[in-house]
């Protein structure tokens, strides 16, 4: 089985900052990776796709990079609506999820 | 509207059996995988099952592999989870998602329900 292990969990931060969290795979997933929103009591909201690409309607200061084992999630000025928990999954081989990052308010 | 949406969660005895359900609207059911992922209580994503787009194909999570049957009514846009010999790990909220056609990730999510296994 794949495992995806993300840091940091917790991530404080201010309104404006740049955040990147990283995410890492137990062996290559290519770049089948996915980068999902979670609010609480929401069901998550997908992101980015295939590494770096942007799904529709997802503000541009969210971006993806990495390919093989080694993936970030980076927004570029946090916005008041990001503050939220950050899930990576890949999907090349069944699907796993990393245990999640917590965007919080500094 | 294009949405999700899930029912069947509540309380259920350990050894015992529920069954979800989940209902989709706006879009061509049958034209895509869907799959099960649950949340337990303050704890990550997790993914449960999957089915292909006619139903004849089914792959498990190892942790609720020979408990969890999931299927699908094409013709009812509902997806289902059947969901036997409840343990107390099992207890999470569930997520009916549906796959991209041919992409492997989810871009589309129900907002969940809750199932509590306990006596």
């Known amino acids: 089985d794949i495992q995806m292990t993300q840091s940091p969990s917790t991530l404080s931060a201010s309104v404006g900052d740049r955040v990147t969290i990283t995410c890492r795979a137990s062996?290559?997933?290519?770049?089948?990776l996915a980068w999902y929103q979670q609010k609480p009591g929401k069901a998550p909201k997908l992101l980015i796709y295939?590494?770096?690409s942007l799904e529709s309607g997802v503000p541009s200061r969210f971006s993806g990079s990495g390919s093989g084992t080694e993936f970030t999630l980076t927004i570029s000025s946090l916005q008041p609506d990001d503050f939220a928990t950050y899930y990576c999954q890949q999907y090349n081989s069944y699907w796993t999820f990393g245990q999640g990052t917590k965007v919080e308010i500094k | 509207e294009v949405q999700l949406v899930e029912s069947g969660g509540g309380l259920g005895q350990p050894g015992g059996s529920l069954r979800l359900s989940c209902a989709a609207s706006?879009?061509?059911?049958?034209?895509?995988?869907m799959h099960w992922v649950r949340q337990p209580p303050g704890k990550g994503l997790v993914w449960v099952s999957r089915i292909n787009s006619d139903g004849s194909s089914t792959t498990y999570a190892d942790s609720v592999k020979g408990r969890f049957t999931i299927s699908r009514d094409n013709a009812k846009n509902t997806l289902y989870l059947q969901m036997n010999s409840l343990r107390v790990e099992d207890t999470a909220v569930y997520y009916c998602?549906?796959?991209?056609?041919?992409?492997?990730?989810?871009?589309?999510w129900g907002r969940g329900t809750l199932v509590t296994v306990s006596s």
């Open positions: 062996q290559s997933i290519s770049n089948w």
């Open positions: 706006g879009f061509t059911f049958s034209s895509n995988w």
């Open positions: 998602a549906r796959e991209v056609a041919r992409g492997w990730y989810f871009d589309l």
């Open positions: 295939k590494a770096s």
